[in-house]
């Protein structure tokens, strides 16, 4: 079955960087699109980045453009997102979602790592 | 890229239907059949229940439905049941790689 771990979140000053993981299990890793979605405190559901099945074309939201980076090692199979130059805002629930081949959707979710950024 | 609307909040009987809606602009929902639909409970990570506007994932149950219509996509989970009641959030793709996610609304099974 498809399991996807996240793991990395914790608390971190503002400014700092932090980089989550994301292990992939029960598929076929290099075969899918991955992404990022994060859930402030309370609030909805927000888009992150993107990355292709071969990790060459990534694809970030605006708030975390130049800042953020996706990146994935089919050979661990596993997913990361390195966060530099964190605030206040980027304070959330961070999940790692796959992208189904054959469609655009998420169709399986991680339970989810908490980043607080605070000093 | 704006979230896109959702009401805060629906609720229904057991065994009534109830609709969610879900407003985009001609950028997203009204282009694109991307639209998907995620259930989740409180503390927990979101599931896929409707993907490209009307398909069931396996395991679903039939009882949740989707459409759409222009710029403006729906849910509609007919003979509500006390699961249901979770968080519900919608989803574009918004097209150059790009996603958009809905508001939220949450179901009250009263």
């Known amino acids: 079955q498809v399991q996807l771990v996240e793991s990395g979140g914790g608390v971190v000053q503002p400014g700092r960087s932090l980089r989550l993981s994301c292990a992939a299990s029960g598929f076929t890793f290099s075969n899918n699109p991955m992404h990022w979605v994060r859930q402030a405190p309370g609030q909805g559901l927000e888009w992150v980045a993107l990355?292709?099945?071969?990790?060459?074309?990534?694809h970030y939201a605006d708030s975390v453009k130049g800042r953020f980076t996706i990146s994935r090692d089919n050979s661990k199979n596993t997913l990361y997102l390195q966060m530099n130059s964190l605030r206040a805002e980027d304070t959330a629930v961070y999940y790692c979602?796959?992208?189904?081949?054959?469609?655009?959707?998420?169709?399986?979710w991680g339970q989810g790592t908490l980043v607080t950024v605070s000093s | 890229q704006s979230a896109l609307t959702q009401p805060p909040s629906a609720s229904g009987s057991p065994g009534q239907s109830v609709t969610i809606s879900c407003t985009g602009a001609s950028s997203d929902v009204g282009t694109y059949n991307y639209v998907s639909w995620y259930q989740q409970h409180p503390g927990k990570a979101p599931k896929l229940m409707i993907y490209e506007v009307t398909k069931r994932p396996s395991g679903v149950p039939d009882r949740f439905s989707g459409s759409k219509s222009g710029n403006t996509a729906s849910l509609t989970v007919s003979g509500l049941q006390a699961e249901d009641e979770a968080d519900y959030y919608c989803s574009s793709y918004a097209g150059s790689n790009n996603f958009v996610f809905g508001t939220g609304t949450k179901v009250t099974v009263v």
């Open positions: 990355i292709s099945y071969d990790g060459n074309n990534k």
């Open positions: 979602a796959r992208e189904p081949v054959s469609s655009t959707t998420f169709d399986y």
